[in-house]
């Protein structure tokens, strides 16, 4: 099974600031990563996919990117609405087994 | 636009079976270019991949809880569902039904990401 370490566990930074998020596979998986972003209460949301494809409807500021067994996220300049949870996925190609990294959490210090 | 609405018992008693349904609006859940998903989020941790179906009926689940899931879809009520039997508190959990596109039309078990998701549904196992 394919592991996904995300660091930090926590990131406390200010509005205006630029985040990086990094997510970590045990083994190689190409750009097949997703990230996702939670608010509490309520479901995740899908951000970026193939590493570094923004899924529709999500800000320029978010960018992805990594192949292989790093990668990262990067929010440019966060916004008050940013300030939540991040998770990772991937998905092993055979039999199909989805896993996700244990999140960032994204606060505002 | 697509939505996902997940229905079902809030509370279950330990060793019994917990029945959860999807129901899709706006979309057929009979589609060659989507699959469906469950996931699952105990309170304060993270997310767990349940099992995905497929239009032709075909499912993959997590080697973890194979055992105890059962995923069935019903294409004359566009819904799907997810049975879980001998639940014990591990199972305490807000569950999330979910599609994904698959690379493909008809490219079974091809999909990778899950872009769209049930607002979920806590359900508590305690007796």
């Known amino acids: 099974e394919i592991v996904l370490t995300q660091s930090p566990a926590t990131l406390s930074l200010s509005p205006g600031e630029r985040a990086t998020l990094s997510c970590r596979a045990s083994?190689?998986?190409?750009?097949?990563l997703a990230w996702y972003q939670q608010k509490p209460g309520q479901a995740p949301r899908l951000l970026i996919y193939d590493a570094s494809k923004r899924a529709t409807g999500i800000p320029a500021r978010f960018s992805g990117s990594g192949s292989g067994t790093d990668f990262t996220l990067t929010i440019s300049s966060l916004e008050p609405e940013d300030f939540a949870v991040y998770y990772c996925q991937q998905r092993s190609y055979w039999p199909p087994m989805y896993t996700f990294g244990q999140g960032t959490k994204l606060e505002i210090k | 636009q697509l939505q996902l609405q997940e229905s079902g018992p809030g509370l279950v008693k330990p060793s019994e079976t917990m029945t959860l349904t999807c129901t899709v609006s706006d979309g057929s859940i009979s589609s060659n270019s989507y699959y469906w998903g469950w996931i699952r989020q105990p309170p304060g941790k993270g997310l767990e991949w349940i099992g995905n179906?497929?239009?032709?009926?075909?499912?993959y689940f997590n080697p973890s809880l194979k055992s105890r899931v059962t995923i069935s879809v019903d294409t004359s009520q566009n819904h799907f569902s997810l049975k879980l039997n001998s639940v014990t508190a591990a199972d305490t959990a807000v569950y999330y039904c979910?599609?994904?596109?698959?690379?493909?039309?008809?490219?079974?078990?091809?999909?990778?990401?899950?872009?769209?998701w049930g607002q979920g549904t806590l359900v508590a196992v305690s007796s």
């Open positions: 979910v599609r994904g596109n698959l690379l493909a039309p008809g490219a079974i078990a091809s999909g990778i990401y899950f872009e769209d």
């Open positions: 083994q190689s998986i190409s750009n097949y």
């Open positions: 179906i497929y239009y032709t009926g075909s499912i």
